[in-house]
């Protein structure tokens, strides 16, 4: 991809969105336009990026390539941030008198802009003109800055997205809408099965795994409702979130919710068993111990089976031994669609609790392998499995 940086204060923050771009697997070549090289130095770019930064419309590439178009050849989007009024404003008259205008000019590829300027700029006419303009255009996407103390020292709207926002915008205007008129269901982390008023059961479930699969499928489209336990993660922008405590608040919340949805994906790790009974006040230490007689949990999965047909299921199955022995005994038992298994034993390197990466086996309701997945982040180990659920959706 390229990341253009045009002249403003927010240039800044531009080496931070770099670094941000490549955690999230993007190759990342830096045109810059002369007024940016004022506030960040080639040296600091070119050091992060691990390629040469650009700025010069008449310099030819190292291998004797036209810049303005060898590198939008190889590219994917364009990322503008911060984008200055003056750089829309020449962007949006066509100009192509600066490096990187000839590059998007020469280009057709999807391109994410970031404006950051005073608020008095962001306000003007002429400017919000300009603007309608390449919001009319289906290849710009605009994001909106922010409102709040701006470094002219007045407070307004103008300041440059963050980092982290505009990853995320870049990586939707990348991703197929596949799943869009789609409505899914994706339930997320712990429960917990309280037996006095300060003490319960639980695991060791963060969510990650869940929370990814819920923000994946925001960005391909689908109208997603996050069934949530308890967790201390942020929940993604543009979904329904549906927050719960108990194994009988989570299956409550699913049959409320899924009446309509096309599929559901269980990554929750609900308890299997409750307390038979419940102390309203705090159960004291004794030298004897505590002995507390348990309750199975309802099945959530067998229940959908049951009472939702129509539904695509797929379910989780943390295992610390026999993995896909186990996995496809489950999927049978459960009427499942597909099922993950993963390694969650001591010896997991890199799939069990508390990690961001997961990797193991993906098994059809019949429970025979569809593939491996390698250990990878949890973001991307989510498109994975969406990948296989928009292919089974048709």
């Keep these: 991809m390229l990341l253009g940086i045009t002249g403003g204060i927010a240039a800044y923050k531009s080496p931070l969105l770099l670094r941000r771009l490549q955690d999230a697997g993007a190759e990342v070549d830096v045109i810059a336009t002369p007024a940016a090289l004022e506030f960040v130095t080639p040296l600091t770019l070119a050091t992060l990026s691990g390629r040469p930064v650009r700025s010069e419309i008449f310099n030819l590439r190292g291998d004797g390539g036209i810049a ?4 939008t050849a190889e590219a994917d989007i364009t990322v503008v941030a911060p984008a200055s009024a003056d750089f829309i404003g020449r962007l949006a008259g066509g100009l192509a008198d600066q490096l990187l205008l000839t590059a998007l000019m020469a280009s057709h590829m999807p391109v994410v802009l970031a404006p950051s300027m005073n608020v008095e700029m962001w306000d003007s006419p002429l400017f919000q003109r300009n603007l309608a303009l390449l919001r009319s255009l289906p290849r710009y996407r605009i994001l909106e800055p922010g409102a709040g103390y701006l470094a002219c020292r007045v407070e307004g709207k103008g300041r440059m997205p963050e980092p982290e ?3 995320k915008q870049v990586i939707a205007a990348l ?3 596949d799943l869009a008129g789609r409505r899914i269901v994706v339930t997320a982390g712990p429960t917990r099965e309280r037996f006095d008023p300060v003490r319960f059961f639980s695991n060791r479930s963060t969510g990650l795994m869940g929370y990814a699969l819920a923000e994946a499928a925001v960005q391909r489209g689908a109208d997603v409702t996050l069934i949530s336990g308890p967790t201390s993660l942020a929940a993604p922008e543009g979904l329904n979130l549906v927050r719960v405590e108990s194994t009988t608040d989570l299956l409550a919340a699913v049959l409320a919710q899924t009446g309509s949805a096309h599929a559901i ?9 409750r307390p038979r ?3 309203d006040e705090k159960l004291k230490k004794t030298a004897d111990g505590l002995t507390l007689e348990l309750a199975p949990n309802p099945d959530i999965l067998r229940t959908l089976a049951e009472q939702r047909p129509h539904l695509f299921r797929i379910g989780f199955a943390a295992e610390t031994q026999d993995f896909e022995k186990n996995a496809a005994d489950k999927a049978v038992r459960k009427a499942l669609d597909l099922i993950f298994v993963n390694d969650v034993g001591d010896r997991a390197r890199g799939t069990g609790f508390e990690v961001d990466t997961n990797g193991g086996w993906l098994l059809d309701g019949a429970g025979v392998r569809v593939r491996e997945i390698p250990v990878r982040p949890k973001r ?6 969406l ?3 928009v292919r089974r959706l048709g």
């Design 68 to 71: 303005h178009t060898s590198y």
């Design 165 to 167: 926002s505009i990853v």
């Design 175 to 177: 991703t197929p809408q």
């Design 265 to 273: 994906v269980m990554a929750a790790a609900p308890a299997d068993y």
């Design 277 to 279: 009974a419940y102390s």
């Design 380 to 385: 991307i180990v989510a498109h994975i499995l």
């Design 387 to 389: 990948d296989e659920l």
